[in-house]
């Protein structure tokens, strides 16, 4: 068993919802296994206000989060990085910066609460589902040992992640 920290970065385009969401749920969850982070290619520049919502529904602190472009972590000065998890389709089909620390990429699709046209309501709806798939697949990953696994199997265990389908209520 290793004391090594992991380092995680989560992606998605505006860095405003699903990324902070899984970067606030990775750091409670990992309990202190994980350093975490995310950002995005074209960052909002704030964060959703109905993301903040719902992680403090659910008890998650979200201190310091903060709407960032990626290239913050592709400097010379960056953490290596040993995970690069994208949580957005747009971002999983753009050309990434090279991460220092050559990690193992991961894409993990969940469908962009921050989209959902309607009322309050409907979209904190949107949002409750998106953190109900980020919460599963984050708790699955936070469950993988990863210094006990080959770097292949790693990598194949974290994509695989991503294709873990959760039913919604009422489908």
Sequence with gaps: MTDKTFTVLFLCTGNSARSIMAEALLNQIGQGRFRTFSAGSHPAGTVNPFALERLAKEGIPATGARSKHWNEFAQADAPDLDFVITVCDNAAGEVCPAWPGQPITAHWGVPDPAAVAGSDDEK????????????????????????????????????EIGRVDIPQHGE
């Design 124 to 159: 904190r709806l949107a949002f409750a589902k998106a953190f109900a798939v980020l919460h599963r697949r984050v708790t699955l990953f936070a469950s993988l040992n990863p210094a006990s696994l080959e770097r292949l199997a790693l990598e194949q265990k974290v994509r």
